[in-house]
Structures are given as structure tokens and as C-alpha cells.
């Protein structure tokens, strides 16, 4: 089986959002997450309206995975040949305290309990984009390419799963940040931990 290779990356920062390098989007100093986040939504021009009842973490995995899930490379790859690996440090802890905050008060709302969970990101891309493949969401004390690169190849050579989503996607307390990669079997370099953490600690 041949290793890996980065065929896509995209970035999300609360300065701006980059696809492959090339920065699409520069966010205002004078917006709060969410506003930056629906600037984001607006600015990539893609209709899904249930984007506007996610939590922050939700609507950021969206928006990091939208540049990636190409038609085109849909079309190469049956809906369940896809996986989907993601992770952060503070799981789902933004909804968690809402949710905690609400209930303490006597008025817990349906609406926020449901991204109580980190593993719903996954879910709202794979609604969205009509994936069927292996998933899994991780808690780590800080980025861990070694490990998603073991799990991805390790789909890659014992399920159905032929390209995979992986990466970083982290909301909490009004900051974000986000660095996919789809990893593909190609004629190119095999995607390496070193690279995957330059692409995430550099700014462009």
C-alpha cells in the first residue's frame, strides 16, 4: 500500500481563511467569532441554512471542510470510501458550559445540548456532503499529526476507506482555529507530521 500524500489543505485562524496557501479570506479585528465564521459562509457563497443553527465548533469544521469536499473529488470515491479523523484539546467544552449555564438556571435549551458532543462536527460534514465513511473524533493535549496519520493509513489499508479528512478543529471562548488536510494515495510525497505542523503554525 503506498503511504499518504496532503492532495488539499485549508486553514481557519481569526485572522482569515487560506486553501492551499492562497488566503480567500481576511477577517475584521472589529468581529466576534460567529460574525467572522457567517463572514466566512457568506464570502465562500455555498446555500445550506442549517449552518446558521450550529455552534461554533460545527460551523467551523463546515467551513474548513467545504474548500476540500470538492464535487470533483467526490466523484472520484464512493459515499463511504471517505473517512473522516478529526481533533481539538478542549472537545465540545464551549457548548458544554452554555449548556451547563443554561441548565443551572432553570432553562436548558435543546438547541444547544445537541453539540454537546465533539463528534457532531463530523456528523453536520458528513449531512452535508452525504459521507458514509469511518469516522472518529479525538481529545489530545495538542496537535497529533504521528497519530492521525497512523489512523487514516490504518482505514486506508483494512476498510473501504480511500481518502480521508483529517485534522484540527478547535472553538473555545471566542477563538478558533482550524488546519484540514485530505489525504489521498498519489504520485507525490508521502504527507509528513513536520510539514503538517508547519502548515498549522504558520500564519500563510
Known amino acids: 500500500m503506498k503511504p499518504l500524500q496532503i492532495s488539499s489543505w485549508s486553514k481557519i485562524t481569526n485572522h482569515g481563511m487560506w486553501h492551499n496557501g492562497e488566503l480567500l479570506i ?7 467569532a460567529h460574525e467572522r465564521l457567517k463572514s466566512a ?8 441554512p442549517k449552518f446558521f443553527k450550529m455552534d461554533g465548533l460545527c460551523k467551523l469544521a463546515l467551513l474548513g471542510s467545504e474548500t476540500l469536499l470538492t464535487p470533483e473529488l467526490k ?3 464512493a459515499d463511504d470510501e471517505i473517512a473522516i479523523l478529526l481533533s481539538n484539546s478542549h472537545s465540545s467544552l464551549q457548548s458544554d458550559s452554555e449548556h451547563y449555564q443554561k441548565f443551572s438556571n432553570g432553562t436548558a435549551s435543546p438547541a444547544i445540548f445537541v453539540y454537546t458532543l465533539p463528534n457532531i462536527a463530523i456528523g453536520e460534514i458528513c449531512i452535508r456532503h452525504k459521507l458514509l465513511g469511518e469516522s472518529n473524533f ?8 504521528e497519530a492521525l496519520l497512523e489512523q487514516a493509513q490504518l482505514l486506508i489499508n483494512t476498510t473501504a476507506t480511500r481518502a480521508c479528512l ?6 473555545y471562548k471566542d477563538t478558533f482555529e482550524a488546519v484540514f488536510f485530505l489525504l489521498e494515495n498519489q504520485d507525490d510525497e508521502p504527507a509528513s507530521t513536520k510539514l503538517m505542523h508547519t502548515i498549522k503554525d504558520t500564519t500563510n
Open 138 to 145: 479525538y481529545i489530545f493535549e495538542s496537535f497529533a499529526p
Open 41 to 48: 459562509y457568506t464570502k465562500l457563497g455555498f446555500a445550506y
Open 166 to 171: 483529517t485534522g484540527w478543529v478547535e472553538f
Open 26 to 32: 481576511s477577517f475584521s479585528e472589529s468581529e466576534n
Open 75 to 77: 466523484s472520484k470515491y
